[in-house]
């Protein structure tokens, strides 16, 4: 098993949740980035607070990447349930950094170790003669040509603790140490690792200077210790240094609104939606381009249905207004999601999508919200959809949203998933400047003019969209009710105003469909021209446009048709486009090819594959290439399920 992409290198660190794995990552990242390096980051992880097994992949290159890799060169370890569950992950020519105490462990001594993963390991180890043990494992992973590196945590530890005369707190150290290793092993400069630290724990001292020496002290251990010689991968700085931002999903988003001028957000904690509001509580006072300081409002509600409807009434006021969860916590908001619709209220709501149905699997990633984001609500109303394919797209959707809102006077449900939520990535700083705010159509108080009567809030318009008068705005009196109503919205059940009112609202999705511009709607990716096409939505696009690249370099000419805009569908795009697609391919996170349905449904398009993926892991460049090259040969079935038993 080869490294799926050369010119990179995938590096992963696990352990007990709550034992400090992210903090590992975000060292080995930070000193990647230092460098001038390109970093593709993705978290996996338990839904408990302590305990159980979670894992960081971080990839790095000199380049940009898309998605993570599937075969890790570097597994870094410092217990032994990491190493028996990622050891076969590790590609030929690979490394395995492990305690030197978990060398030789029964499996079913490992506590948190799955049944499954026991009975997998067990039978698969059978077969090459070697005990179900962490020894053979190691021995599996030297058959397959890994290099396998023993290390005395507990020595260099002790070492460190005699320099600070405290053992407990040295042991804190361990992560660095880990890393520091990785590193040692890769003959990366440690003043790198220095640069990281100190920004991550800017205002710590003291921090600092114990990690700085935990460093000394592991590349010190892999000089003395270790035959690094023999490890072939190296990670050297960037040539060249860019500016660039470390950024992850879910503060792109947070960004992304602050940049559109947010005033108000509510939540309930659900994950993996909590972070973006923790995110803008952090930074509540935003700095303005005229030199002032404004400030955001973020409220955590006592259920989904108050965080709905309290950021309804804010957007009613003028302010524009969001909320932010995940597929529970969207099933909870219909009725007041309802409520924004018939009132013609724009209001922005950013759905995660997380594994599913119920509680599911609610730390790990999914598509299967779209056609329920599309339908929400009993009867019909408006909305708009839009699905954001990476952690640059979070950002300007974020912003975007608010502009559909307000222009259309409707709800508008911003779509994500957890893979998004969950990478980290190092992006040029996001172009605030290409953000413009839309207000919309709104009212406007005469000057010096007596106001009489109500205000016809909801007249009927050629467009649909009717004049909008803010909460407490002199003259912009009217009613609000969750009942059909008149202009002035009085509850009447009037048929000829009940028609009038239901073709008013739906004239907006027909207005959207018509002005907003294709390239808002839908991207082209690979040759534009491709007979060989791939249609997709959302976080898939990384993984999709590295297999492009692998195929374009075998010869194959394919393309991508990226669908932002879920609704109103962009049928009228696609057609033209679609026309010439053989073989045409659909990739999606689901297991029964929701965005497949939407496209026949709205196309008459059956798709020729459909390759889906639906164990809670996004999908890599290399299990989804090897579908592709498949179809492109000939040999697939129509339906095609990704499967990593070890993720």
Request: net charge negative; charged share 20%.
């Amino acid at each position: 098993m080869h490294s799926e992409q050369a010119d990179s290198l995938a590096w992963r660190v696990g352990g007990p949740q709550g034992s400090g794995v992210d903090t590992a990552a975000r060292i080995f990242a930070g000193a990647a980035a230092a460098g001038g390096l390109y970093i593709f980051g993705r978290r996996e992880y338990y839904s408990n607070i302590m305990g159980r097994h979670s894992y960081y992949d971080v990839r790095v290159a000199d380049h940009p990447m898309s998605c993570h890799s599937s075969v890790v060169d570097v597994l870094t370890t410092f217990e032994e349930e990491t190493l028996v569950r990622h050891a076969i992950s590790t590609g030929e020519g690979g490394g395995i950094i492990y305690d030197v105490e978990s060398s030789d462990v029964p499996l079913e001594r490992i506590t948190f170790l799955d049944h499954r993963v026991v009975q997998d390991l067990s039978e698969y180890l059978a077969e090459r003669e070697l005990p179900a043990t962490t020894a053979g494992v190691l021995e599996d992973a030297r058959q397959r040509g890994v290099q396998v590196f023993p290390v005395a945590y507990d020595e260099i530890t002790e070492t460190l603790a005699g320099d600070i005369l405290f053992k407990p707190r040295a042991d804190r150290a361990l992560n660095t140490i880990a890393v520091a290793v990785s590193c040692g092993l890769l003959g990366y400069d440690p003043e790198y690792l220095t640069e990281s630290l100190q920004w991550i724990f800017t205002g710590r001292q003291e921090i600092i200077d114990l990690n700085v020496k935990a460093v000394e002290l592991a590349y010190r251990y892999v000089e003395d210790e270790l035959d690094s010689d023999r490890f072939l991968h190296r990670l050297r700085p960037a040539e060249k240094r860019e500016p660039m931002i470390l950024v992850g999903g879910n503060e792109a988003v947070a960004m992304g609104k602050m940049a559109a001028g947010l005033g108000f957000q509510t939540y309930y904690p659900i994950s993996p939606a909590t972070d973006e509001s923790v995110y803008l509580e952090a930074h509540a006072n935003v700095p303005l381009n005229t030199g002032e300081e404004g400030a955001i409002v973020v409220v955590q509600t006592e259920d989904e249905l108050a965080a709905v409807t309290m950021a309804t009434g804010a957007a009613l006021t003028g302010a524009r207004s969001s909320t932010a969860t995940a597929g529970p916590g969207l099933s909870l908001m219909v009725e007041g999601l309802g409520w924004a619709g018939m009132n013609e209220v724009p209001l922005v709501v950013t759905a995660y999508q997380r594994g599913s149905p119920s509680t599911g699997v609610p730390t790990r990633t999914e598509q299967g919200d779209l056609l329920f984001a599309i339908h929400a609500g009993h009867g019909e109303f408006p909305r708009l959809v839009l699905a954001s394919g990476d952690v640059t797209e979070a950002f300007s959707d974020a912003a975007q949203a608010f502009n559909y809102a307000e222009r259309y006077q409707t709800p508008v449900i911003h779509l994500l998933d957890q893979t998004i939520a969950r990478t980290t990535q190092t992006l040029p700083p996001f172009d605030v400047s290409a953000i413009h705010i839309e207000r919309g159509d709104v009212y406007t108080p005469p000057e010096g003019e007596e106001v009489q009567g109500p205000y016809p809030r909801f007249a009927p318009t050629e467009s649909g969209v009717s004049t909008r008068p803010l909460l407490g705005q002199r003259g912009g009196t009217h009613w609000l009710t969750g009942a059909e109503h008149t202009e002035f919205g009085q509850v009447t059940e009037d048929p000829v105003i009940r028609e009038q009112q239901i073709e008013k609202r739906a004239r907006k999705l027909e207005l959207a469909a018509r002005e907003i511009p294709a390239e808002e709607k839908l991207a082209v990716y690979g040759e534009p021209q491709a007979a060989f096409t791939i249609v997709s939505w959302g976080s898939n696009k990384g993984a999709i446009l590295e297999a492009l690249g692998r195929m374009s370099a075998s010869g194959i000419e394919a393309r991508l048709i990226q669908v932002r805009l879920l609704w109103p569908f962009p049928r009228e795009e696609l057609a033209p486009i679609l026309e010439g697609a053989r073989p045409l391919v659909v990739v999606e996170s689901n297991h029964s090819g929701q965005f497949a349905q939407l496209l026949c449904g709205q196309t008459a398009r059956q798709c020729d594959h459909l390759v889906v993926k639906y164990n809670g892991r996004p999908m890599t460049c290399g299990e989804l290439s090897a579908a592709l090259f498949d179809i492109h040969d000939g040999t697939a079935a129509e339906r095609i399920v990704l499967r990593n038993p070890y993720e």
